[in-house]
């Protein structure tokens, strides 16, 4: 969904576009996923690219539950936040 801003983006940020667990085309593991375990692994892929910068996040519809437990967890890895509907 975001192919189309991606670009314009990248002119001033560093882009990166997260797929999901099993969204997409990322495999889904075998063991059960929950926005809680999402936001789990969104914050250790954000730690290991990111290192300690905060980030701004963009997102919508399924993505905003996970946002939220990230937020609650790690409100020190996240600078803004732009919700879309």
Do not use: W
Request: with cysteine; net charge positive; hydrophobic share 40%.
């Amino acid at each position: 969904n975001y192919r189309y801003v991606l670009e314009e983006l990248s002119k001033n940020y560093r882009v990166i576009a997260p797929d999901f667990l099993g969204m997409g085309l990322s495999s889904r593991p075998d063991t059960p996923l929950s926005h809680r375990m999402m936001a789990f692994y969104l914050y250790h892929f954000l730690e290991e690219v990111t290192k300690d910068k905060k980030v701004h996040v963009v997102c919508f519809d399924y993505a905003l539950p996970i946002l939220s437990f990230l937020l609650k967890d790690h409100p020190e890895k996240v600078k803004t936040v732009s919700i879309l509907n």
